[in-house]
Nanobody, 124 residues
Framework: QLRLVESGGGLVRPGGSLRLSCVVS????????IGWFRQAPGKEREGVSC????????IYADSVKGRFTISRDNAKNTVYLQIDNLKPEDTAIYYC?????????????????WGQGTQVAVSS
């Protein structure tokens, strides 16, 4: 069974940065792609970014391009989401999810395993 655990969320002022981590256990690190999704209060969950199993392919939602950077360290079974220039509209619970294939998509319906989420709040 695959297990995903997110961490790194918190309360940040606008313009600040955070690095979210997603530690994955239970599978070989080169057998799954990872996606980051978020759900803001009162809104549906949306795809933010994803990364292929090798790390060679990444996808970003238009709303986060230039501010979010996804990466992975397969030796540590960890995927990171670096968030810079945080805005109040980035406030949400951020989830990582795994899909059992090499390439990634931002279609959350295709992801099989999910973490419990980490809260990001951006406020002055």
């Amino acid at each position: 069974q695959l297990r995903l655990v997110e961490s790194g969320g918190g309360l940040v002022r606008p313009g600040g940065s955070l690095r979210l981590s997603c530690v994955v256990s239970g599978w070989s690190s080169d057998s799954y792609a990872i996606g980051w999704f978020r759900q803001a209060p009162g809104k549906e969950r949306e795809g933010v970014s994803c990364i292929s199993s090798s790390g060679g392919m990444t996808i970003y939602a238009d709303s986060v391009k230039g501010r979010f950077t996804i990466s992975r360290d397969n030796a540590k079974n960890t995927v990171y989401l670096q968030i810079d220039n945080l805005k109040p509209e980035d406030t949400a619970i951020y989830y990582c999810a795994a899909i059992s294939r090499r390439l990634c998509v931002l279609d959350q319906g295709q992801y099989d395993f999910w973490g419990q989420g980490t809260q990001v709040a951006v406020s002055s």
